[in-house]
């Protein structure tokens, strides 16, 4: 049973069909080049000639003299890795610590409004129980002042009584 992808019947005939077949292979003739260069024109054996570039064989260029490499690019290459891989577990890490360093932060802020409220309560409290002491002893001081002055530019004064 013949494949789909190969005809069943007579193979087809591709034109151009060349007019005469050579029974023996004549060498390749070169015809002179055109005015291009690596251009040539080829008869080949049944009679047809081709033009087209030539390949040229190029001599590769001389390979630069092989340098050791430097020790600072050997130790930038042995510590990039190392480099990239602690930068990779201290992710990781904070990644784990997240929720640590968050309630830590909170507790910290906690306290600072601790401290805060104690410099401001403390001095008030102090002087809170100061005049509450004073008042509990039932003495009061009552300073007076008595002051005088004769004329627009005249010396003042005065007496202050403590009672």
Same mark, same amino acid.
């Given at each position: 049973m013949p494949h789909p992808e190969q005809p069943s019947g007579p193979t087809p005939v591709h034109y151009p069909v060349p007019l005469h077949?050579?029974? $023996?292979?004549?060498?390749?003739?070169?015809? &002179?080049?055109? #005015?291009?260069?690596a251009v040539q024109s080829v008869q080949l054996p049944d009679g047809?000639?081709?033009t087209g570039y030539?390949?040229?064989p190029?001599?590769?260029a001389p390979a630069p003299a092989a340098r050791p490499v430097p020790a600072? $690019?050997?130790t930038t290459a042995l510590?990039? &890795?190392?480099? #990239?891989g602690g930068v990779a577990a201290a992710g990781i890490g904070l990644s784990y610590a997240a929720p640590g360093l968050i309630a830590m932060s909170q507790a910290l802020w906690s306290a600072?409004?601790?401290i805060v409220a104690a410099v401001i309560a403390v001095p008030v409290l102090f002087r809170t129980a100061r005049r509450a002491a004073a008042s509990g002893s039932g003495s009061t001081t009552h300073i007076t002042q008595n002051i005088t002055a004769t004329g627009l530019f005249g010396r003042a004064t005065g007496t202050i009584n403590h009672q």
């Open positions: 077949h050579p029974t $023996a292979s004549a060498p390749l003739a070169t015809v &002179p080049p055109t #005015g291009l260069p047809r000639i081709i030539a390949l040229t190029t001599t590769p600072w $690019a050997k510590l990039a &890795p190392t480099v #990239g600072a409004a601790l």
